[in-house]
């Protein structure tokens, strides 16, 4: 079953904006990551961030976690059109990496 | 820098026929991961494989579905008798022969997208 549920589902915002995506999860994790797709495409790892740590940055995106929550956040600061992609979040299962449906992002020109 | 390949990259397929996916990890990878996406979702896990070996196929059909990673040569998902439930996006991934537990990033192909009419 899948581990984490992204919100919202769909996200529309102009250039230049901030976008704000979440991430819950259900059993405790080591690792949370969040990835980008491009319609047709694979997935692009982003960013990991580990259950110790509570914020990373990575250029125009920061990452929040909060494991008394069981949530992360994804925020991309001053959008561009070309962050238009479906971002997931993915958790650590047993032996592999559990996602959730995804935030589609469109950011508008 | 060759990245994790996969073809084919699209397939057509008529119900019942075989489908064989191919899966070469990176370089240095000996894990190797199987997801499905289905239209407008996210992926879902099918199997794990570290070479020769099926560590977890937990996520994988019981039938007509089967994967391997020989000693030699590419990963391959296979399908059976196909099905027009079959279409989907298949997904290979790599990740180092440590594995995931030290939380290293898996490392997705471009994926190969299935169509069986």
């Known amino acids: 079953s899948q581990q984490g549920e992204e919100d919202p589902q769909a996200l529309s915002i102009q250039e230049g904006e901030n976008a704000t995506m979440n991430c819950s999860y259900k059993?405790?994790?080591?690792?949370l990551q969040w990835y980008r797709q491009n319609s047709g495409r694979g997935l692009v790892h982003l960013i990991l961030?580990?259950?110790?740590?509570r914020e990373k940055h990575s250029g125009r995106l920061r990452v929040t976690l909060d494991t008394s929550k069981k949530s992360s956040s994804l925020l991309i600061t001053a959008s561009r059109a070309a962050d238009t992609a479906s971002y997931f979040c993915a958790t650590d299962g047993e032996n592999d990496m559990r996602f959730g449906a995804g935030t589609r992002l469109t950011v508008k020109p | 820098n060759a990245g994790v390949m996969q073809n084919p990259r699209h397939l057509v397929r008529r119900r019942g026929q075989e489908a064989r996916l191919r899966c070469s990890p990176m370089?240095?990878?000996?894990?190797v991961y199987w997801y499905r996406q289905l239209p407008e979702e996210g992926l879902k896990f099918m199997v794990y494989l570290q070479k020769e070996n099926i560590i977890d196929e937990s996520g994988m059909p019981k039938e007509r579905f089967s994967a391997e990673f020989p000693k030699e040569g590419p990963s391959i998902l296979r399908i059976q008798q196909v099905v027009r439930g079959d279409s989907a996006a298949y997904f290979c991934a790599s990740s180092p022969p440590q594995g995931r537990n030290s939380g290293n990033t898996i490392y997705f192909g471009e994926g190969s997208w299935l169509t069986v009419v």
């Open positions: 370089k240095g990878h000996s894990h």
């Open positions: 961030i580990r259950s110790n740590e």
């Open positions: 059993t405790s994790i080591n690792n």
